[in-house]
């Protein structure tokens, strides 16, 4: 949900910067309790509706410079004064330090504390120079601080026995003082899990004050809230790098700000931790606050729990230009019309500059990556910046040609000023030594390294020990070795149990899990996860609505700590969660996982229980993952048979579902599944079903039945009887433009399939025209059908052997699959193939042959080995070899093709008679006559059995085996092998 400010303003919530003042010594396990258990969630609290909470804790940061040179009380003072921080006073046993003349002696801090004198000269010690600054001395913001009295504990002996009586009258004094104020206060605390509650209740009264909740009408601003939020995290302590800001800002043209802006684009780059978001945050703000005009949008992948597909993004930017704009146009909802209409919304951009800033979109899911569906042509006053690590995003950015901006290691003065500046947001500071030694460490270059080190230090407790804790991170090797000191830290917080469940969990899952799925099965308390999560919230995300790591170097650390050392270790958590997800409902979030879990733990037969399953096939195919379902019964193998499955699988459901139309539509979704997986014998009797059940509805014009009318003609394509599924195509178009508006997809779509039948019928003319048709009724975004278009138009060159002109519509419609669907989807195979088949047929045999590899790659992977396609594959490279003269290596190809037909057609099938021929034709010319006549007879056999005697195949035939050489002593052989085939095929 991208985040934009009404005017270009940034948001005026305050930051909620809490100081925490208490004697030191007696209060240490009070104040690491609050550190680690309480104000990380409080801090993740304040994040999701937009703010920041930062607690200031000076248990050290105060550099032994400072020490010596007086300046405890001036750090602390001015840390308190310093954005009018709120305040926790943690008051125990303890007066604490009382500072001389000597430790105020700066003329300066007279000057601005003119109290401060005269309370040095009464003994005040510092904790009730804090009080006094922090609290007494602001009536105004009186509901700002909060004290706590710990009971006594005098009688336990120990440190408190030190101090005067004067000082422990003192103490009494300040106490009575500040329940006099009228301040609020609680006294009686007895342990730190006590104070850590009552601090809990009391910030979060505070927090719902200055940070309201958004209510659902509000879902909007809350998006918003969630990226700002995100925006300050990644700024924080951002050191200016002006070569990347300057050319941000040239490429903006924002300087000078009366130039507008063309359309102009940018890709920023780096490798992962470099710092793109800290930069791209930092900019976004500096801009708004220099352009107040200006109209930003910034959308940081993973800042909020909502979706990370495209359509979402999308829709929201959409919404965004609706509301600054008053469109009164209500937003598109279904898929190809967000994105046809998007460039349209755009456009709606006038007389102000538009910037959109997608931050990481190598994090948005696997399909969105692709970028198709962002404009190739920007509207004149649109601008968009993106950022992204290497991979598929990336690499379709640079398809694009787009400018990039790489984001380079930190130099030492850059580092340097990192640290200082994290540090101060919390009131610390190294000292120069300690400054050095973080700074020049080499891998401290990386701003996530550098980051997470300070963050790892900061919450430390103890001075003495400090020293020895930067060493025991710059020992670490890597970002990797880093976070196993983290994860080590966090163990020691949190507990071992809590930190390696959770951990192994998330790293197991398939995209995330939901903050309730991992409290169910982690067991552990929901308070102790909870703030294990907030803790971690720099390098965790929600990413559609579920948990995952921010980056993979946890995601590694997680792996080498816990999985890889354990035998089995990945395979057991992977049962265990595919045993959860089974327990849920039948639902997208179970059909997503279980069978995903069952397929890693190679539970075969688990896997093929719960895919065979109508109602999960229905639930996987439902949402686009057809292909994902193909591959899990590839893994299956032989070890079930997809369509005996299936068939028991649709009695199964049937016998429990009496709704004609849900059973309609199960067909449906089988028939085409089993399309997909190239079993079309089988699918027949599942499209045919389905077409009679939704006809005997009797509404004739029902778009569903359309769709199965579609499945019907795909398969009766595939069965080779196109002339047959004309009738079925055509009738599914009458229903569509009687239903569909002139320019629908689903219109110009039928009528490519129409073109496709007509071209496999030999009706050429008509195919050109049906195709002609189909281009001229498609949008400018309805780019999936031009794809499937452009490949027919391409079929066409090929039956008029126009190769040169075949292998460019073939090549675009490859792009445009590429770009939508991903390099190695089966839409891209069919392309390659279709294309590698006119490269061969141009006489460029190298290409095709590495055309047809690539495409094999992507079948074997996607559909399995033993797929139709593949079989298509194995005969066309059997075809190239046998004109290029390398006739053993044809022949092994066209037995492969063979064999897949026998196994997935059968026998007799048109298609497997075919490769019959086709592999006698390489025997007979690799001389082995007697294989060459048995494969020929066998042919003639069986098309005997279905054409009539004077059918051309059927006299073809004859006359091929007529001409054969005879090899007189290899006929016993040949019957008996015939007569055995025979036998077994009985």
Not at 366 to 389: D, F, G, K, N, Y
Request: aromatic letters at 8%; one cysteine or more.
């Amino acid at each position: 949900m991208p985040a934009v400010l009404p005017n270009g303003t940034t948001s005026l919530a305050p930051d909620l910067r809490v100081f925490i003042s208490s004697t030191f010594n007696d209060m240490c396990s009070e104040r690491e309790h609050l550190m680690k258990q309480v104000f990380p969630e409080l801090r993740s609290i304040c994040r999701a509706r937009g703010g920041d909470l930062t607690e200031i804790d000076l248990r050290w940061g105060i550099t032994e410079q400072q020490a010596r040179s007086g300046a405890i009380v001036k750090a602390c003072l001015e840390e308190i004064s310093r954005h009018q921080p709120w305040f926790i006073g943690i008051i125990g046993d303890r007066y604490g330090w009382i500072p001389a003349r000597r430790d105020v002696a700066d003329p300066r801090l007279h000057e601005r504390y003119p109290w401060l004198r005269a309370a040095v000269d009464e003994r005040r010690s510092l904790i009730e120079l804090e009080v006094i600054e922090g609290a007494l001395n602001r009536p105004l913001t009186a509901a700002n601080a909060f004290f706590y009295f710990r009971a006594s504990q005098a009688d336990s002996g120990g440190a408190q026995r030190a101090e005067s009586d004067e000082a422990r009258l003192r103490l009494v004094r300040l106490k009575e003082r500040i329940r006099r104020s009228g301040l609020p206060f609680r006294e009686g605390f007895t342990s730190p899990e006590q104070l850590a509650g009552w601090v809990r209740e009391d910030m979060m009264r505070a927090i719902n004050r200055v940070y309201p909740c958004h209510s659902e009408a509000d879902s909007l601003q809350h998006e918003r809230a969630a990226h700002e939020a995100f925006e300050r995290s990644r700024r924080r302590a951002y050191v200016e790098t002006p070569v990347l800001l300057e050319r941000l800002d040239a490429l903006l043209c924002t300087v000078p700000a009366a130039n507008p802006v063309h359309g102009r684009r940018l890709v920023v780059t780096g490798v992962s931790g470099a710092g793109k978001s800290a930069l791209l945050s930092f900019w976004s703000d500096r801009f708004r606050r220099r352009m107040s005009d200006a109209f930003i949008i910034t959308h940081y992948i993973g800042a909020s729990s909502g979706n990370l597909d495209h359509l979402s993004l999308l829709r929201w930017i959409m919404a965004e230009i609706g509301e600054r704009y008053c469109v009164p146009d209500a937003l598109p909802s279904r898929a190809e019309d967000i994105v046809r209409e998007f460039p349209v919304w755009l456009s709606r951009v006038q007389d102000e500059d538009l910037i959109i800033v997608i931050d990481a979109l190598n994090q948005m899911d696997e399909a969105s990556q692709t970028l198709a569906w962002l404009p190739e042509h920007l509207p004149e006053r649109v601008a968009v910046i993106v950022s992204a690590t290497e991979g598929t995003a990336l690499d379709a950015i640079r398809d694009r040609a787009w400018p990039e901006l790489e984001v380079r290691p930190l130099t030492l003065d850059q580092r340097r000023a990192v640290v200082e500046l994290y540090l101060e947001e919390f009131g610390k500071r190294f000292d120069t030594g300690q400054l050095e030694r973080i700074s020049r460490r080499a891998v401290s270059a990386n701003p996530l390294y550098l980051r997470t080190q300070l963050e790892e230090l900061r919450t430390y407790g103890s001075f003495e020990g400090l020293n020895d804790r930067i060493d025991y991170y710059l020992a670490a090797s890597g970002l990797d070795d880093l976070f196993q000191r983290v994860l080590a830290r966090l163990e020691n917080d949190y507990g071992v149990d809590t930190v390696r469940e959770v951990m192994t969990l998330v790293w197991a899952s398939r995209d995330g899990l939901a903050d309730g799925e991992v409290r169910e099965l982690a067991g552990a308390e929901d308070a102790a996860i909870g703030r294990l999560l907030a803790a971690l919230g720099y390098h965790m995300t929600y990413r559609n609505g579920l948990l995952s790591f921010y980056h993979d170097h946890l995601r590694r650390a997680v792996h080498a700590r816990y999985i890889s050392g354990i035998a089995n270790g990945e395979r057991e958590l992977h049962h265990r969660l595919a045993h959860y997800f089974a327990s849920q409902p039948v639902g997208r979030r179970r059909a997503a996982e279980e069978p995903w879990h069952w397929c890693r733990a190679e539970a075969w037969e688990a896997l093929r229980d719960a895919i065979a399953d109508v109602q999960m096939m229905l639930a996987i195919t439902r949402h686009g993952a057809d292909y994902e379902l193909v591959q899990y019964w590839v893994a299956i193998a032989s070890r079930g048979d997809i369509v005996a499955a299936y068939e028991r699988g649709m009695e199964q459901f049937e016998a429990r579902e009496r709704s004609p139309a849900a059973v309609a539509e199960a067909l449906d979704a089988l028939a085409k599944f089993l399309i997909d997986a190239g079993r079309y014998d089988a699918a027949a009797q599942f499209a045919r079903r389905a077409v009679m059940l939704r006809e005997r509805a009797g509404d004739l014009a029902d778009p569903s039945i359309a769709a199965a009318l579609d499945n019907l003609a795909t398969l009766l394509y595939h069965d080779g009887r196109s002339e047959e599924a004309l009738e079925p195509a055509r009738r599914a178009l009458a229903i569509r433009r009687a239903t569909l508006q002139e320019h629908a997809p689903e219109i110009a779509r039928n009528l490519a399939d129409i073109g496709a039948l007509l071209y496999a019928i030999g009706a050429r003319e008509e195919a050109e025209a049906a195709l002609g048709e189909a281009l001229a009724v498609t949008g400018p975004r309805d780019l999936p059908v031009v794809a499937m278009i452009l490949n027919n138009l391409g079929a066409l060159r090929l039956a008029a052997k126009a190769f040169h002109e075949a292998a460019p519509h073939f090549e675009q419609a490859r792009d445009i699959n590429r770009r939508l669907l991903g390099a190695e989807h089966p839409e891209v195979a069919s392309n390659l193939v279709n294309l590698a088949f006119a490269q061969a047929g141009m006489g460029h045999a190298a290409d095709a042959e590495r055309t047809y590899g690539e495409a094999l790659a992507i079948v074997e992977r996607w559909l399995g080995p033993e797929h139709p396609q593949a079989a298509v594959i194995a005969t066309n490279l059997g075809r190239l070899y046998q004109d290029t003269g390398r006739m053993a290596v044809a022949e092994k190809q066209f037995v492969q093709a063979l064999a897949i037909r026998e196994k997935i057609a059968g026998h007799e099938h048109p298609e497997t008679v075919l490769s019959m021929m086709r592999l006698a034709y390489v025997l007979m010319r690799l001389g082995r006559n007697a294989e060459c006549r048995r494969l020929y007879e066998e042919a003639l056999r069986i098309r005997r059995a279905m054409l009539p005697e004077n059918h051309p195949d059927v006299q073809w035939l004859v006359d091929r085996i007529a001409i054969l050489p005879c090899d007189p002593e290899d006929d016993v052989e040949r019957s008996e092998a015939r007569d055995a085939a025979i036998t077994q095929r009985l």
